[in-house]
């Protein structure tokens, strides 16, 4: 069983990257618990599917655990939700030994840990992600958050996880469209720092999208792998943990003015913002054409959408767009700051952009979309 470390002076921990881990989760936790009590938080889908074997690695390990399962989707992540998550935990008795079990997606993920990071002044947590996305990005790194009016993951906090336990298993029963969206986080590792890993995503990512465990356990390790080394170096994101976000800023603001719902679901978001980064790159003359063409032709091959899906009741408005963006949490003396490329694997903080050209390359890929 492979082992990624995440190290973080004395908040450092390990994730667990292999196949048949949930039964052994209640082992493996122990050690790690200021007392033997646990508060899972799951949704519907993935109890359905999955507590039963959770529980039962808890009992084994004489683990005691309370349980609260919440609907399933991004519109779970809200205040109204993170409320009534604080106020079951006041109800079961969670104190601050208790440690909180994010089983779930990146819904789950971060609700919980913004839940933990927040009760009593701040519990521990342990990361269970049961989606590509989670295992891959989400439940690494310490970002907790809900969504609120303002944007996505606009009220937060940074607390790190104790363990994570990505069990490669628990991917086989994720819908088609959610394991494909995760793909796209995976892409991302490959395009901000990697491109020997990029190549490898073309060679294998249909066998990975096909559900083959091998090459889905070599991306996850190596996508948590290659977290790890720049969250290690910059926790908090005053830094080079920024490039992480490739993508994600065109993506937050396509997601918002979705409606957070399944009209787009993150990953998608994703895919779309990193076709966008890379034509604003190519815009600003920092990177060829070639690049982007390669990009997008790899993510039209993997099944992920390189531009919005129609909205059911407007058009997509590029200004409305590049107005949620002048919210996101890279904006500073109220320049936005955009992650860019120089070429694949080669990506850069970049606060010297117009919003200007961000309109631009936006207005091309809607016209293209409408045509």
């Given amino acids: 069983m492979p082992h990624v470390r995440v190290s973080l002076g004395k908040r450092s921990y390990e994730i667990h990257v292999g196949t048949d881990l949930l039964q052994f989760a209640g082992t493996a936790m122990r050690p790690l618990l200021p007392q033997p009590r646990v508060f ?10 999955h507590l039963a074997t959770l529980e039962g690695s808890l009992e084994r390990a004489e683990i005691a655990h309370s349980v609260e399962v919440l609907p399933p989707g991004e519109s779970t992540k809200d205040f ?20 909180v079990v994010a089983f779930g997606g990146g819904v789950i993920g971060d609700l919980a840990g913004f839940a933990a990071a927040i009760y009593l002044r701040g519990v521990p947590y342990i990361q269970i992600p049961t989606t590509l996305l989670a295992q891959v990005d989400s439940s690494v790194g310490g970002k907790t958050a809900i969504d609120t009016r303002w944007g996505k993951n606009m009220v937060g906090s940074f607390h790190q996880p104790r363990l994570v336990i990505a069990d490669i298993d628990l991917l086989a029963t994720l819908p088609e469209r959610q394991l494909r969206a995760g793909y796209a986080e995976v892409v ?16 294998h990512g249909a066998a990975l999208l096909a559900g083959d465990k091998e090459a889905l356990s070599h991306a996850v390790y190596q996508s948590c792998l290659a977290k790890a080394l720049i969250v290690g170096e910059d926790e ?8 992480l976000n490739f993508g994600h800023t065109f993506a937050h603001a396509l997601e918002a003015e979705a409606g957070f719902g399944d009209l787009l679901l993150h990953g998608e978001a994703v895919s779309i913002g990193m076709v966008l980064a890379f034509a604003l790159s190519v815009r ?15 993510l039209v091959a993997a099944g992920m959408p390189v531009r919005p899906p129609p909205l059911p009741d407007r058009a997509w408005d590029a200004n409305r767009i590049v107005a949620q963006m002048s919210s996101d949490k890279k904006v500073k003396d109220g320049r936005i ?23 631009a390359v936006l207005r091309e890929m809607l016209d293209q979309a409408a045509a």
């Fill in 40 to 49: 899972v938080v799951t949704d519907t889908n993935v109890a359905a599917h």
């Fill in 80 to 99: 109204a939700h993170l409320e009534g998550l604080l106020d079951t935990m006041q109800d079961v008795g969670c104190e601050r030994g208790t440690t």
């Fill in 188 to 203: 991302k590792y490959g395009l901000i720092n990697d491109p020997t890993f990029f190549y490898w995503l073309e060679t």
């Fill in 236 to 243: 908090r994101e005053a830094g080079r943990r920024a490039l």
């Fill in 284 to 298: 600003t003359g920092r990177c060829a054409p070639g690049d982007l063409e390669r990009v997008r032709r790899h």
């Fill in 337 to 359: 700051g955009f992650v860019v490329a120089g070429g694949i694997g080669k990506a850069e903080l970049a606060r010297d952009i117009p919003a200007t050209e961000a309109l």
